[in-house]
């Protein structure tokens, strides 16, 4: 019986905390913000507040530990770590794993700000060119291209010719589906470098998903003439390879499969790929 209402205690605590904390965001979408994670195993949970370093990335403000009485307060805990809070610091990794973010109407219970007031260190030239590229870059290179754009499109804004920022955009736009904003950023970028063979690569990408398979065709002839790159001019010939089997083309297929296998002098997981679409298109 004491076991049972042991359980039936633990599963309440649980159960409480559940319909407080919802543990729906990755750390990537918590810039800024107090989160938890999930409870321990002495019914606990780990404070923290989730920033960026422009040097050092995704980082995680250690605060401690609190923990969720029955009517649902939060409360700090007090013991052998308090000397540590705000001292520790970890580099975090993006990953999938949930957390919580601390509803706003817990601050005062957890004596905390809803934005502390060390990190106005971190929050110098917050709307320079400079910082908004490279919090765009940090959140394209996450897939978290939606928030990426909302830092990158403001950059342009202010100097659509910095360096790189073109491209940025488009790696957005593209992986958003928006192709033919993604068109544009491209060319400005060619305009501003013109022997980019990245910027190419990604236009021609643009140019397969708008079904624009003639320019697709142009843009690997101009990267076969400049491009030092060989694994890019690869990339390009086997994606029109591999619409032209989607389309059942043999002709254009084979085309495609013959200058794809032109750029390595061994096989590659293309030239594999390739003869696998052949031996099925001839079946």
């Known amino acids: 019986m004491k076991y049972i209402l042991i359980l039936f205690t633990f599963f309440s605590i649980t159960l409480n905390a559940q319909n407080i904390l919802k543990f729906d965001k990755t750390n990537v979408q918590c810039e800024d913000k107090w989160i938890a994670y999930q409870m321990e195993k002495d019914s606990t949970y780990t404070l923290g507040f989730i920033y960026i370093d422009s040097q050092a990335g995704l980082t995680l403000n250690y605060e401690g530990k609190f ?5 649902g ?38 004596n905390i700000e809803k934005t502390p007031n060390w990190l106005k260190t971190y929050k110098t030239d917050e709307n320079s060119v400079e910082r908004l590229y490279r919090w765009g870059y940090m959140y394209n290179g996450w897939n978290e291209c939606e928030k990426a754009l909302t830092f990158l499109e403001k ?18 736009y593209n992986a958003l589906q ?15 470098n013109p022997e980019d063979c990245y910027t190419y690569k990604e236009l021609a ?32 010939a086997y994606n029109l390879a591999y619409e032209y089997f989607k389309t059942k083309d043999v002709i254009k297929f084979n085309k495609w499969k013959s200058e794809a296998e032109k750029w390595s002098k061994s096989e590659n997981q293309y030239t594999q790929n390739l003869n696998k679409m052949e031996s099925e298109l001839n079946k």
């Open 67 to 71: 923990k969720i009485e029955k009517d």
């Open 205 to 236: 990408y643009t140019y397969t998903k708008l079904l624009n398979f003639e320019k697709v065709a142009e843009t690997y002839l101009t990267m076969s003439k400049i491009c030092k790159e060989q694994n890019f001019i690869q990339e390009t």
């Open 73 to 110: 307060k939060f409360i700090r805990i007090d013991n052998e770590t308090k000397n540590e809070v705000g001292f520790i610091k970890a580099r975090l990794q993006p990953n999938r794993t949930a957390i919580a973010e601390i509803p706003e109407a817990k601050f005062k219970e957890l």
């Open 155 to 172: 950059a342009d804004k202010i100097n659509p010719k910095f360096k790189g920022l073109q491209t940025e955009l488009a790696f957005s």
């Open 178 to 192: 928006k192709f033919d904003k993604a068109e544009i950023s491209l060319k400005k970028a060619i305009i501003e």
